[in-house]
């Protein structure tokens, strides 16, 4: 059973950056299709990025397009997300998730991840 476990989380100013890395152990994470999510008080929690199990394919949400980059590391067991030129609402906590590469592509499901990390806390400042 995978273990995911995210860090790079913290306090940043508007405009600046973060990346997050989000680290597996008990399995082989090039196995898995990886997304991002973040979840603000309050509000649901929602899709920010997605990349294949083999990295060729990436996926980011709209509002991110641009701005965050997800990518994967498989010889460090390893998934990452850049994020540059944060703004105030990107304030919340990020989780990385993963499933099987056999599962479905839509990246965008919550409810389609079989495992989840704690979460980071994203806050940035006006």
């Known amino acids: 059973q995978v273990q995911l476990v995210e860090s790079g989380g913290g306090l940043v100013q508007a405009g600046g950056s973060l990346r997050l890395s989000c680290a597996a152990s008990?399995?082989?994470?090039?196995?898995?299709?990886m997304g991002w999510f973040r979840q603000a008080p309050g509000k649901e929690r929602e899709f920010v990025a997605g990349?294949?199990?083999?990295?060729?394919?990436?996926y980011h949400a709209g509002s991110m397009e641009g701005r965050f980059t997800v990518s994967r590391d498989s010889a460090r067991n390893t998934a990452y997300l850049q994020m540059n030129s944060l703004k105030p609402e990107d304030t919340a906590v990020y989780y990385c998730?993963?499933?099987?590469?056999?599962?479905?592509?839509?990246?965008?499901?919550?409810?389609?991840?079989?495992?989840w990390g704690p979460g980071t806390q994203v806050t940035v400042s006006s």
């Open positions: 998730a993963a499933k099987y590469m056999g599962d479905s592509r839509d990246y965008q499901n919550v409810k389609g991840y079989q495992y």
């Open positions: 008990g399995g082989t994470l090039s196995m898995y299709r």
């Open positions: 990349i294949s199990w083999r990295g060729s394919r990436l």
